[in-house]
């Protein structure tokens, strides 16, 4: 009985002498390396030799000397947890753990990663290079080891955080392809339409001069009245009665040549959001064909429709492109370029944690959301008017540069949705206290 005892006591204590011994003073030897590479820490503090604290030649020592005995293990013990708490306290905001888990993530090279097997089976046989698990140099400390051996549990974590960080980062790499994509489309839409609306503003001018030249011609009383290009001759080419009516025929046939161009233009452009709503229209069933437009007899009216049904539907995308699915694109692509750039700011500082990808997943969300509801609030440049208005007021930038910025700083907007709250539905502010 008694030897189960001391057997099950020698197993606990050797559990705590691990625990204490190789993760806790791993840990302070990656600690100690840290602070050592940082030109902005320094550990010339913990060589005082007067301040009864443990210095760094005692924590070598504990690394190389074993203990002789039990008082001396334990007060190895509390050396080590001394200069843990030390040495946190130097290289904050980093921690160990922090400090771990960056080296896991994106740290030294990891000679024990199935990549590395695979490429050292491949290339690697025969060779005389340290890549070999033969070498002598190949299962060697680095400070890799220090982090697996300080936190072991963070080893599985650090390899799927890499494995979805790296899947965030491609997707939204697609992502801006595909909205770069789409806004330059828009944009060309935009530019069709344009010329459009100035090719009919110039076909409404004409109009109205070929009015005036009927009518002066009608009121001269030389020649019975006559209207303008509508006379043709044998072959049915346009007959000219004078240089007034060619030079205004001539314009007239250009501009609609122009149209004609358009109006072709415009009806490829529209052929992928014209597939994209056949697609999702599918289950509800196809639309009966239009029955007024079927009936139509002559070309030319059923040609002038279609070119109108085609006109106004290249205004309706565009407009719902561009007031709601490219602000939702670019809020997204905000949030995400403000993930990416936190990332990046603690991987330098070493200060990346294991909850980074579920506050990456929410940031996300976030700019979704207010890239979404951005256009609810705030005003474009377009309709600016010089007093303030919404959440915050008229802004000199486009609606997809506003969803941008407000997916970059989302934290920020929601703290001003949280004021204009407070301000319209009158709410106390929690932080100031009424007075007394």
Not at 233 to 240: E, I, N, S, T
């Amino acid at each position: 009985m008694s030897s189960d005892s001391d057997e099950n006591g020698g197993t606990a204590r050797q559990r705590i002498e691990q625990f204490i011994f190789i993760r806790e003073l791993n840990e302070v030897f990656l600690l100690l390396d840290h602070i050592s590479g940082r030109w902005d820490k320094s550990l010339h503090k913990l060589d005082n030799k007067d301040d009864g604290e443990p210095h760094i030649d005692e924590l070598c020592a504990i690394g190389l000397t074993p203990p002789e005995n039990d008082q001396q293990r334990v007060a190895q013990a509390v050396k080590v947890l001394c200069a843990k708490d030390r040495l946190n306290a130097a290289a904050r905001p980093a921690t160990g753990l922090t400090i771990a888990f960056t080296l896991l993530v994106v740290g030294e090279d990891n000679r024990r990663d199935w990549r590395n097997w695979l490429r050292d089976r491949m290339f690697g046989k025969g060779s005389s290079g340290t890549g070999s698990e033969n070498s002598a140099q190949w299962d060697k400390p680095t400070r890799l080891t220090l982090a697996r051996n300080a936190f072991p549990g963070l080893v599985r974590v650090a390899s799927r955080f890499n494995l979805r960080m790296k899947l965030v980062v491609y997707l939204l790499l697609v992502g801006l392809v595909l909205t770069c994509l789409m806004s330059w489309h828009v944009a060309g839409g935009n530019a069709i339409l344009q010329h459009l609306d100035a090719v009919q503003a110039a076909q409404a001018a004409l109009s109205k001069e070929i009015g005036e030249a009927e009518l002066k011609h009608a009121a001269s009383g030389t020649a019975p009245p006559m209207q303008f290009c509508t006379e043709s001759d044998m072959a049915g080419l346009p007959h000219d009665r004078s240089m007034v009516e060619y030079q205004l025929c001539t314009r007239r046939q250009h501009l609609a040549q122009q149209a004609a161009a358009i109006g072709m233009n415009l009806r490829d452009w529209l052929l992928p959001w014209q597939a994209c709503y056949d697609t999702l229209a599918r289950p509800f069933g196809r639309m009966p064909p239009g029955g007024a437009l079927q009936a139509i007899a002559a070309p030319t009216e059923k040609e002038g429709r279609l070119q109108r049904a085609l006109e106004e539907q290249a205004r309706v995308v565009t407009l719902v492109v561009g007031t709601a699915v490219l602000p939702l694109c670019y809020g997204v692509l905000g949030a995400g370029a403000a993930v990416v750039r936190s990332l990046w700011a603690k991987m330098r500082d070493s200060l990346l944690s294991p909850r980074e990808f579920t506050l990456a997943l929410m940031q996300l969300a976030l700019g979704a959301t207010i890239g979404a509801c951005i256009a609810l609030f705030v005003n474009p440049s377009s309709q600016s008017t010089g007093c303030e208005s919404g959440l915050l007021g008229n802004q000199a930038l486009g609606m997809s540069a506003i969803s941008f910025i407000a997916g970059f700083g989302v934290e920020g907007v929601f703290v001003a949705l949280e004021g204009l709250v407070r301000r319209i539905f009158r709410i106390d502010d929690p932080v100031r206290r009424p007075d007394d």
